[in-house]
């Protein structure tokens, strides 16, 4: 098969169109022919060395993809409900730049009826991580005011849809007008741009004073402080990244007065049975949100896998408003 490798850690330029060995589906996977697969954030932080592979995945990068099944044990395909031939999208560990990629059939869901493969390619990553941390870690419910920081990225655009959809009111930080009128046309109520006001500021205007309860962070460091000046009583902070750094000074008198909770969780090493328990609520209540209409995957720019360069170079510049995919 063909496949996009890290030749060494380093710049861009380091990922090569190459051939590798068909993979083989084991216990418990399935194997997809891919038509399309994400590109994001933790596929740069990999290519830089910075994100070690888990122990059995492939070294190739690659998060989630989306293609037909093309095989996998009879028995278990019947107990999933799937059979080859299939479309779906599925969550991996690795190995999603390739023409075939194996998955664990528990992380594996339909295609959203309505869905190309291309934008179905966009879901899993993301959609994974938001509701993990949004919905089962900082428990998102209606009627609740949530912030989300960087609301154009991949993972961004994919919060302030879920969050809308299940009835909350979302103010999204971005570093452009272009790109705050950007996530108010995705469903933001509000849209702070982060390099011309103080989203403490500006959050505390909106709110009246009260704060928010959720707030999705991906880049930690000295905005761990001034998110705990954003929350409401009894607010959630919780971590996905760390692209301000690690290092982080707050007031943890402020935590003990308003109750607040910092929670952090990263899901590429979680096991099966985790993901599975994700892939299930998704398919149960975000899915039919999809087939509905009432969320849209935003795809910013597709590139054939020869250019993966070229996407990841994109990536970190910032510049891109939703997901970027490579097609087969």
């Not at 664990?104 to 869905?115: K, R, Y």
């Not at 892939?279 to 039919?288: C, G």
Request: with cysteine; proline share 6%; net charge neutral.
């Amino acid at each position: 098969m063909k496949a996009v490798e890290i030749t060494s850690y380093g710049a861009p330029e380091v990922l090569r169109l190459t051939e590798r060995p068909d993979p083989v589906a084991g216990a418990g996977e399935l194997l997809i022919r891919v038509a399309a697969a994400g590109v994001n954030r933790p596929d740069v932080l990999q290519r830089k060395g910075m994100y070690p592979v888990p122990p059995g995945a492939s070294d190739l990068p690659g998060l989630e993809v989306a293609g037909t099944i093309a095989q996998c044990d009879a028995a278990e395909l019947a107990a999933a409900g799937f059979k080859i031939g299939d479309r779906v999208c599925a969550l991996v560990a690795g190995g999603g730049y390739a023409e075939l990629c194996v998955a664990p059939i528990a992380q594996c869901l339909p295609v959203p009826a309505g869905l190309s493969d291309t934008q179905a390619a966009s879901l899993p990553e993301t959609f994974f991580t938001v509701w993990s941390n949004v919905f089962d870690r900082a428990r998102l419910q209606p009627g609740e005011t949530f912030l989300v920081q960087g609301g154009t990225s991949g993972i961004g655009v994919t919060a302030i849809q879920m969050a809308k959809a299940a009835g909350a009111t979302v103010i999204a930080t971005a570093g452009s007008d272009d790109k705050c009128a950007a996530c108010v046309r995705l469903g933001a109520d509000h849209a702070i741009n982060y390099r011309d006001k103080d989203f403490v500021e500006e959050v505390q205007r909106i709110t009246a004073k009260r704060g928010v309860d959720v707030i999705l962070d991906m880049v930690a460091g000295a905005y761990v402080a001034r998110e705990l000046k954003c929350l409401a009583e009894d607010g959630r902070l919780v971590i996905i990244a760390v692209q301000g750094g690690v290092d982080a000074t707050f007031d943890a008198g402020m935590v003990l007065r308003r109750r607040l909770t910092i929670s952090g969780s990263t899901l590429r090493p979680r096991p099966v049975a985790f993901k599975a328990a994700i892939a299930q609520a998704l398919r149960a209540k975000v899915w039919p949100w999809i087939e509905a209409g009432r969320i849209k995957p935003e795809i910013y720019k597709m590139f054939p896998p020869g250019e993966a360069a070229q996407a990841h170079a994109l990536m970190e510049s910032n510049q891109h408003i939703g997901k970027l995919v490579l097609v087969w």
